[in-house]
């Protein structure tokens, strides 16, 4: 198991380092520099060429991509070209921030998602079954942006005004201190995520029900909320494992779009500037992260998989 | 009157100003303009019934991000600019009417020749950190933002100014001297970019004669701004504090303001605009300006090198229809010539209007009876891809093909810039030859038309030097003529600005600057 677990780590390093490599391919390919991009229509000559050798722009892309890998490796992701200071002190909050919003999405939609899957599953094709797929088929449906934008009218400008529509934080103040600000991105996540994993949880519960060991423990005469609590639900969520981190590590990159959307002070809003900048290290850390999060979201799911199924628990042993 | 800064115009204008002002804000009575020397700016500026002082002034402006700053010389975005009018003060400055008028100069006149200017600085004004304002400042500003190892956003503009001749006859009084004779460097002064600054300017530590003093400042987001108690315009700033916030989505701009969370923006999206009017609780400001997005076609390259080809373009645009379609009306039609609201400006030379026979005759003349040209579009700014549609198809009624080439804004300005056939552009309120130099000379860093017409040349060359009004009128007044009959620009239209705001705030009033906000006027708002 530890061997496997291993692997999986090295794996996902070597992922990690073939991401960067082609994100620095891909920002060298994207046409003009950041020296342009920074100084837009006021690049005359000599303020570009000035610029560009303040940046080290002129620098070969081989040789500044390797600076970037030594710095890398170390930890340092070196300086944003845009405003001059270290990656690492500009991402620290909005990591932090960006990171209590996936966190509150993950736990608040993983919940929901099982719960309203088991609920609709003991319903099966009864009304509230089938109220609750037409629902999640129409969410599922629609762009987490349309769903956004719907919250907003609906809960901050034109019908209710309960919600603030944008994130105005102070910057150096952590986001939870104010909670509020908090609640219509995290609902638009939940609400773009928690419908795949109610209908898987759905499919699979079902399954789950009609096998032979439940309707064992239900012979035995259990209470049917113990059936369903320490029977049921551990062996229906091992199927849904995978499903949910693919779920979840969407989230690692929806948050672009819901952060912009809300001017929510994360990565994701970061990263949108930082390309738009044409700012390589800012890109570069901020992708590598989002892929992290990815890579450990997959690596969590393989060991819920593993921890799930007992066939697999054993023959690991 | 010789100088083209006379003082006796602005005050003229300055109650046309004041009239303008009391239709925006609801025909209340103004304060008398006449009130004494030192009351004609504020008076000019003053909102209708008495302001009131405090409170926090929330805005949201358009765009921003990492890249940010507070440098008084290098401001590229909106929320830089809004930043700089803040903190900083340029010599000279705008009424809402365009006309200049006095800032921290008290006065700034040419030579006869006019090879030198002597500045005059108002008396008693001190910095943020409590250092008076001298000509040492004004030289110290001058060096930095014409540093050649750092040049600065106005180095172009202010590159006539010779450093070699600053002299300093006292404390408050400076002699410009000119590497060539010029009749508009009070223009060039009174760019938001030329602020002065004290000597020794550290941009880590803002420091101006703005309305409003530096307390806070994290790029991309927002900053904040403590009111400046010795403001040298009495009673200005009304607000204690001021924050300025980024918006880089239109989306979180409008919702924020919709929802309360800020009491000003900038730039409401046209589409939008409905969505705002609705609300009880906002005003929009909208205001007429001298901004233009044109075609830009190459004089010197096939097709366009032709001139009847150019002429033939330019007649095949329904401009009303344009200003209809792409600003949602919220603009007027232009006539192929720029700088509307200099007071040189030839409004009599007939308005060109859509003449499809005219265009179709011109193009047979030219061999081009099937035209087909590529127009590079991108969305630079806002309505330039609309435009290129709607060209685009009303090109197709007398047989010419446009054929559109949309590119990322990172390519339209990357190493193809400047050096596209046809294309477009955009610029903001300027006079005649201000906007001359920046784009209409061989020298001009962006001359996109490669307009280089000798004749042309040699009547701008000779206006910037006659410093008789009448005489200049006459020079400007030819080379507009030749310009509206061969130039390389089609420009169609002026927009508007649109601004909206909640019904607190008070003291906005239209600006033909194009800048947002009058001028991004914090210290002359006040909440109600």
């Known amino acids: 198991m530890l061997r496997l677990l291993l692997r999986r780590l090295l794996l996902g390093l070597l992922t990690l380092w073939l991401v960067s490599l082609v994100l620095f391919v891909l920002t060298q390919a994207l046409p003009g520099d950041a020296a342009r991009a920074i100084l837009g229509r006021e690049a005359t000559p000599e303020r570009l060429a000035a610029l560009r050798q303040q940046l080290h722009l002129d620098q070969s892309p081989a040789a500044q991509y390797l600076h970037w890998l030594r710095g890398a490796v170390r930890g340092d992701f070196g300086r944003s070209l845009a405003d001059q200071q270290p990656v690492s002190r500009l991402l620290g909050d909005r990591l932090v921030n960006s990171l209590v919003l996936m966190a509150a999405a993950a736990l608040v939609s993983t919940v929901l998602g099982v719960a309203a899957g088991t609920w609709s599953a003991l319903r099966r094709d009864r009304f509230a079954d089938h109220a609750t797929s037409v629902v999640t088929l129409v969410l599922a449906a629609l762009p987490e942006f349309v769903i956004g934008i719907a919250l907003v009218v609906l809960l901050s400008t034109t019908v209710f005004r309960v919600f603030p529509a944008v994130t105005l934080a102070t910057p150096g103040h952590p986001v939870w201190t104010r909670l509020d600000v908090l609640v219509l991105p995290v609902l638009t996540m939940t609400l773009a995520v928690a419908p795949y994993i109610t209908r898987m949880l759905r499919a699979s519960m079902i399954e789950v029900l009609d096998s032979e060991y439940v309707q064992m423990a239900r012979l035995k005469g259990m209470p049917e909320r113990t059936v369903i609590v320490r029977h049921a639900l551990p062996n229906a969520l091992g199927p849904v494992a995978q499903v949910i981190a693919l779920q979840l590590a969407w989230l690692a990159g929806g948050v672009v779009v819901i952060e912009y959307l809300f001017r929510y002070p994360g990565i994701g809003q970061a990263l949108v500037d930082a390309v738009a900048n044409r700012d390589v290290p800012m890109v570069q850390a901020i992708t590598v992260v989002i892929a992290a999060i990815y890579v450990a979201v997959n690596l969590l799911a393989d060991m819920v998989q593993i921890l799930g199924n007992a066939r697999l628990r054993t023959s690991l042993r | ?528």
């Open chain 2, 1 to 528: 009157m010789t100088a083209p800064l006379d003082w006796r115009v602005s005050r003229r204008s300055l109650l046309k100003t004041a009239a303008l002002g009391a239709v925006a804000v609801g025909g209340a009575p103004l304060l008398s303009a006449c009130g004494g020397s030192s009351g004609i700016e504020t008076s000019a500026t003053a909102p209708a019934g008495s302001p009131k002082r405090g409170g926090n002034l929330r805005v949201g402006i358009v765009g921003g991000g990492a890249k940010d700053t507070v440098d008084a010389h290098l401001p590229v975005s909106h929320p830089d600019e809004a930043r700089v009018f803040a903190l900083y003060d340029s010599l000279l400055t705008r009424n809402p009417d365009y006309s200049i008028r006095p800032a921290l100069a008290e006065s700034l006149t040419p030579s006869s020749d006019p090879r030198t200017w002597t500045l005059k600085l108002r008396q008693g004004v001190t910095f943020h950190n409590g250092k008076p304002l001298t000509v040492d400042d004004v030289s110290f500003t001058f060096q930095r933002i014409l540093d050649p190892k750092s040049p600065k956003s106005q180095a172009t503009a202010l590159s006539i100014i010779d450093l070699e001749a600053l002299k300093k006859v006292d404390d408050h009084t400076l002699a410009i001297g000119l590497k060539s004779p010029s009749v508009i460097l009070d223009d060039h002064l009174t760019n938001y970019a030329a602020g002065i600054v004290p000597a020794g300017y550290d941009p880590a530590k803002p420091v101006g004669t703005g309305p409003f003093k530096f307390q806070s400042f994290t790029p991309g987001q927002q900053s904040v701004f403590v009111r400046n108690d010795s403001y040298w315009q009495s009673g200005q700033p009304y607000a204690d504090q001021l924050t300025i916030i980024d918006f880089p989505d239109d989306t979180a701009r409008v919702n924020a303001l919709l929802s309360g969370q800020v009491d000003v923006i900038d730039q409401v999206p046209l589409g939008q605009l409905a969505v705002v009017k609705a609300n009880p609780g906002l005003r929009v400001l909208e205001s007429e300006t001298g901004a233009w997005i044109p075609f830009t076609m190459r004089v010197d390259a096939a097709p366009f090198s032709d001139v009847r080809v150019r002429q033939a373009l330019r007649l095949l645009v329904d401009r009303q229809q344009m200003v209809d379609q792409v600003l949602s009306g919220h603009g007027k039609i232009g006539n192929d010539l720029y700088a509307p609201f200099d007071p040189m400006f030839a409004r009599d030379l007939p308005q060109r209007h859509q003449d499809l026979d005219q265009a179709k005759s011109l193009l047979r003349q030219a061999g081009h009876s099937d035209l087909r040209v590529e127009l590079v579009t991108s969305e630079v700014a806002a309505g330039t891809v609309e435009a290129a549609q709607v060209f685009a198809r009303q090109a197709q009624d007398a047989g010419v093909t446009v054929k559109l080439k949309k590119v990322d804004s990172g390519v339209f300005y990357g190493d193809n810039y400047l050096k596209w056939d046809f294309a477009q552009d955009f610029w903001f309120t300027r006079n005649y030859l201000p906007q001359v130099a920046q784009g209409s000379l061989p020298t001009s860093p962006y001359n996109e038309t490669h307009w280089k017409d000798p004749t042309f040349i040699d009547l701008v060359t000779r206006a910037g030097s006659t410093v008789d009004e009448a005489k200049r009128r006459q020079l400007l007044h030819d080379a507009q003529k030749i310009e509206h009959d061969s130039g390389g620009y089609i420009i169609w239209s002026f927009t508007n600005q649109v601004d909206a705001h909640s019904s607190k705030v008070n003291g906005l009033v239209p600006d033909k600057s194009g800048i947002p906000l009058t001028s991004y006027g914090f210290g002359r708002m006040w909440l109600g």
